[in-house]
Every structure is written in structure tokens, then in C-alpha cells.
């Protein structure tokens, strides 16, 4: 088991930036594939950014490439989406997720809870 906990949403301006963590225990950290997903109101959730267990190979969605950076620290069992330029468009609940497949494109075997970015315009 992974459990994963995400902190660093809130409310925001456009143009603001945002930096998500999310702590991880369990099993061991630093095999696992992580990734963060959003998901707004009304809509399916989709993949924003994935990293692979190592992190030397990382993913972003094309809707945030250039404005937002993931990034591990498996010292620390932490994984980070550094936000930028953020616009209303970006107004989710944004998820953590762990994949026993170490890449950084899932399957996504965990998840937490979720922790909610809202941009006001």
C-alpha cells in the first residue's frame, strides 16, 4: 500500500503561481511512477504531468507544458507540481497518483485525496 497526501491548493489570481506537494509512505517510494491529474467541476478527471521513479523522464498534458514543472524528491518521499502563469482554466481538484509501473504515465494504482487550486480571474 501507498498512501499519498497532497497540500498546497487554494486560491489564487491569474497569472499567479502555485506549488503542489504530495507526501508519500508505504511502500517504497522511489519505485513508483507518479503523476498529478485534475479534475474540474462537470468534466473527467485528466493527466496534467507524470515522472518516472527515477526522475529522468517526465510528461505534461500540452495544456500546462511550459507553465507547470513536476518534480520528485525521493529523499524525501515528496513529489512537486511547481504551477506557474496559472489561469481560471486550471480550476480543479488536482490528484496525486502513484503507479507500481515506475513511469510516468500510470496505470495509476493510488491515489489521494485531492487537494483543490482555484484561479479567480
Known amino acids: 500500500q501507498v498512501q499519498l497526501v497532497e497540500s498546497g491548493g487554494g486560491l489564487v489570481q491569474t497569472g499567479a503561481s502555485l506549488r503542489l506537494s504530495c507526501a508519500a509512505s508505504?511502500?517504497?517510494?522511489?519505485?513508483?511512477?507518479m503523476g498529478w491529474l485534475r479534475q474540474a467541476p462537470g468534466t473527467e478527471r485528466e493527466f496534467v504531468a507524470g515522472?518516472?521513479?527515477?526522475?529522468?523522464?517526465?510528461y505534461y498534458a500540452d495544456s500546462v507544458k511550459g507553465r507547470f514543472t513536476i518534480s520528485r524528491d525521493n529523499a524525501k518521499n515528496t513529489v512537486y507540481l511547481q504551477m506557474s502563469s496559472l489561469t481560471p482554466e486550471d480550476t480543479a481538484v488536482y490528484y496525486c497518483?502513484?503507479?507500481?509501473?515506475?513511469?510516468?504515465?500510470?496505470?495509476?494504482?493510488?491515489w489521494g485525496q485531492g487537494t483543490q487550486v482555484t484561479v479567480s480571474s
Open positions: 515522472i518516472s521513479w527515477s526522475g529522468g523522464t517526465s
Open positions: 508505504g511502500r517504497t517510494f522511489n519505485s513508483f511512477g
Open positions: 497518483a502513484a503507479s507500481s509501473r515506475s513511469g510516468p504515465l500510470g496505470p495509476w494504482d493510488y
